[in-house]
């Protein structure tokens, strides 16, 4: 009798054991297939948005609401993220990325409610769930892209909204058709030659329109309208996209005849531009 019971008890602390180690991963690890298959990008909303912002804020990336909504603070979280991470920054949200942001984020795990009282659907959207009856208009979520085309109505990293214009339609004139990190490149070079007042300038417009520094202010393609990619370009320049280093100048060696700009030691080429110091 004394066996049976012992052996019995074996077997029940055997299966407590095993419960409670499956319970332990299934609450305790953090979910790498959490996000559904949709790809995310500006205007989505649902779950995913949720979960993706919860990661981004755990990384230090994103630092606005939870909610659930795909804004431009989510936007541009996500190309920080992207850039930081050796991806090129769409701020669109594919496969690779969340792959990426669930390798990046182990130790995350969220445990609290859904936003809102709200359910997310196979498909993404929101519905009511069965205690608060809320809704949200989910004809939202329909997974477009949507570029950055609208100058902000408020200074970013300190950078008014007419310097932010101003640099975008240069940007356009002097880097239309090159790479998007070549056209970030020529802002740049004017940001980093804003922090070196000894040489040039000490405001953006001050910069640009300095005698002989740009060619798209002599020939006047400065006042042509930039297209969103410039405006891209610019934003992502000021939220802190360097591929030009400390660069202070850029030509396009197939058309230059000076020989004082090939003097200046070269950092990088991108696309049909030579970036240098």
């Given amino acids: ?9 074996k077997r029940t602390m055997s299966t407590l054991a095993v419960l409670t180690a499956f319970l332990y991963a299934v609450f305790s690890t953090p979910s790498a297939s959490a996000f559904s298959s949709r790809n995310l990008s500006y205007g989505c909303v649902g779950y995913s948005v949720y979960e993706l912002e919860d990661r981004l804020k755990f990384l230090g990336y994103y630092h606005g609401p939870i909610n659930g909504i795909f804004t431009w603070t989510v936007y541009w979280a996500v190309r920080d993220f992207q850039y930081a991470f050796g991806m090129t920054p769409t701020g669109y ?9 669930v390798n990046a984020t182990q130790a995350w795990h969220y445990v609290g409610p859904l936003p809102n009282g709200l359910e997310e659907t196979a498909n993404g959207q ?5 205690t608060t009856g809320t ?12 570029s950055p085309g609208v100058i902000p109505s408020a ?14 339609h240069v940007v356009y004139a002097e880097a ?3 790479p998007l990190s070549g056209q970030v490149g020529v802002a740049d070079v004017i940001l980093n030659r804003l922090k070196e007042p000894s040489k040039f300038p000490n405001s953006i417009p001050g910069i640009i329109y300095q005698p002989g520094a740009f060619q798209s202010v002599s020939n006047g393609t400065i006042n042509e309208q930039p297209n969103s990619e410039a405006l891209e370009a610019v ?12 660069a202070l100048y850029y030509f396009n ?6 020989s004082w700009i090939w003097s200046k030691p070269e950092i990088t080429q991108i696309g049909n531009q030579i970036f240098s110091q």
Avoid: C, Y
């Fill in 176 to 178: 239309r058709g090159e």
């Fill in 253 to 258: 060696p197939a058309t230059s005849t000076s």
């Fill in 93 to 101: 949200v594919n496969l690779p990325t969340k792959q990426q942001l």
């Fill in 1 to 9: 009798m004394g066996s049976k019971h012992s052996h019995f008890k």
């Fill in 155 to 168: 200074p970013v990293n300190g950078i008014s909204p007419a310097d932010i214009d101003l640099l975008a």
């Fill in 235 to 246: 934003l992502d320049a000021i939220h802190g996209w360097d591929p030009v280093g400390s």
């Fill in 135 to 146: 809704t949200m208009n989910a004809s939202a979520d329909t997974g477009a892209s949507s």
């Fill in 126 to 130: 929101f519905v009511p769930d069965s």
